[in-house]
């Protein structure tokens, strides 16, 4: 569990850094977005420059303070954009909640991704592309081939 904290307290800094919003932790995943609730023109580039630090730096936080042999924490990133429905639910603990496609193709991203890889859609690759065209700034991409990914 401690290491959880470690690994959030890290992420929440990151979010923070790169103007974005965490959505939710569930478990083991952390969910965060661009351009909402606010939105922004860059939020592409944004997420990707966080997950390029998530993966970087959570190679230094360790799975156990106790048993050193673990090794460091290896993350999967998913990365997808597109549109979503965002509402505050519930009355005794509310919640900013994302439905939607979306949400559950970032989920697949992740689940489909390896360690210490981002694994972006098809949707992601092209708005990444269409954000940096006119920039310095460049992400090197690979295709790992056709992947079936349940329900697309």
Known sequence: RRKYARLYQLFDKLTQNHGLFKVETIGDAYMVVGGLPDPQVDHAVRIARMALEMRDQCQSVLVSLYDLSLGNVQVRIGFHTGPVVASVVGDMNPRYCLFG???????????????????LSEAAFFQLCKQTQKQVEHFECSCRGSIPIKGK
């Open 101 to 119: 496609d979306t949400v559950n193709t970032a989920s697949r991203m992740e689940s489909h991704s390896e360690a210490l890889k981002i694994h």
